[in-house]
C-alpha cells in the first residue's frame, strides 16, 4: 500500500448537507476497500481556472491516504460517475 493524495471538486450548488454527505461517501468508499483515509481537508469553495460544467467555483475536498489499487480504482470509477464531483486528481506522494 501506497500513500496518496486526492484532490476533488464539487458542485458548488449543493446544500452544506449534501456536501459533508458527499465527502463522507466517499470517504466510506475508500474506507470499506482497505483504504486508511488520514486527513481530510475541506478546502472550501474556490474560484476554477476555467468552467467546468458552467461553474467558475466548486467546493474543494483534499485527502491523504494509505490505500492499494483496489480502493484507488473504485474511488475513480465511483467519482467519475456521480454528478456531484466536478474533477479529481490522484497523485502517489514520494516515499
Do not use: C, H, Q, W
Not at 500513500?3 to 458542485?11: A, G, K, T
Not at 486508511?36 to 474543494?60: H, Q, S
Request: hydrophobic share 35%; proline share 1%; no cysteine.
Amino acid at each position: 500500500m501506497r500513500n496518496y493524495e486526492i484532490m476533488y471538486i464539487v458542485r458548488p450548488n449543493l446544500e452544506e448537507a449534501a456536501i459533508k454527505e458527499t465527502v463522507e461517501r466517499f470517504n466510506k468508499i475508500l474506507t470499506d476497500n482497505g483504504a486508511e483515509v488520514t486527513e481530510t481537508e475541506e478546502m472550501g469553495k474556490k474560484r476554477l481556472a476555467y468552467e467546468i460544467e458552467d461553474f467558475t467555483e466548486g467546493f474543494y475536498v483534499l485527502l491523504k491516504l494509505t490505500a492499494g489499487k483496489e480502493a484507488l480504482d473504485e474511488f475513480n470509477r465511483l467519482s467519475s460517475i456521480n454528478d456531484n464531483i466536478l474533477r479529481t486528481l490522484t497523485v502517489r506522494e514520494e516515499e
